[in-house]
């Protein structure tokens, strides 16, 4: 594996600080798919049914769902919006299994790059402050609280990324 990871800022601003920690994040994700095939993606560790293939298609998911459905008020992505979610609320992770890895390493690096124009826009136009309506809330919500909670979200989850190539190959780094 190859460390290309971005590097956030040491001492930037707000904006730059939690723009960089969310691409060093995004970063290591993707270096933790690395050179894996299918069969390796889709492998779960028990007693988890969660796999790095499935990880992908949700963070593909977590993309699209905050930045253009809750933040820019749109449609999500036709193959998010058309699921019936009270009848498969895994849907996301569940996906996975019927698309190659570059479709789910497209997928996810197709949200990103939109998720990257919105918060473009916002920045330009208003900055961290601009908030949304919650769909199914009573409260808005900020562009900074979306962007910290994708922190945490690429976060958690490069936790579990960790784990499971550790299983699969033995590969371990940050």
């Known amino acids: 594996m190859t460390d290309n990871r971005f590097e956030a800022p040491m001492a930037g601003d707000e904006v730059a600080t939690v ?6 994040l995004r970063d290591t994700f993707r ?11 889709q492998q779960p560790l028990a007693p988890s049914t969660m796999t790095l293939a499935g990880m992908t298609t949700h963070l ?21 919006a058309d699921n019936d979610w009270d009848a498969a609320p895994d849907y996301d992770w569940e996906m996975a299994a019927g698309m190659s890895p570059d479709q789910r390493t497209e997928l996810l690096s197709r949200m990103q790059q939109e998720s990257d124009s919105v918060v ?41 990324a960790d784990l499971l190539r550790e299983a ?5 780094g940050e």
């Not at 723009?19 to 060093?24: A, D, R, T, V």
């Not at 270096?31 to 993606?41: A, T, V, Y």
């Not at 699969?168 to 371990?172: E, F, K, L, N, P």
């Open 168 to 172: 699969i190959d033995g590969q371990v």
């Open 31 to 41: 270096w933790k798919i690395e050179g894996l095939d299918d069969e390796q993606l």
């Open 60 to 80: 593909a998911f977590v993309e699209n769902y905050w930045f253009t459905y809750v933040f820019e008020g749109k449609r999500p992505l036709e193959m998010f």
């Open 120 to 160: 473009d826009a916002a920045l330009t136009s208003g900055g961290l402050d601009l908030t949304a309506q919650n769909p199914g809330q009573d409260d808005r919500v900020s562009l900074r609280w979306i962007l910290v909670h994708l922190v945490e979200e690429y976060a958690r989850h490069n936790g579990h």
């Open 19 to 24: 723009l960089g920690f969310l691409q060093y």
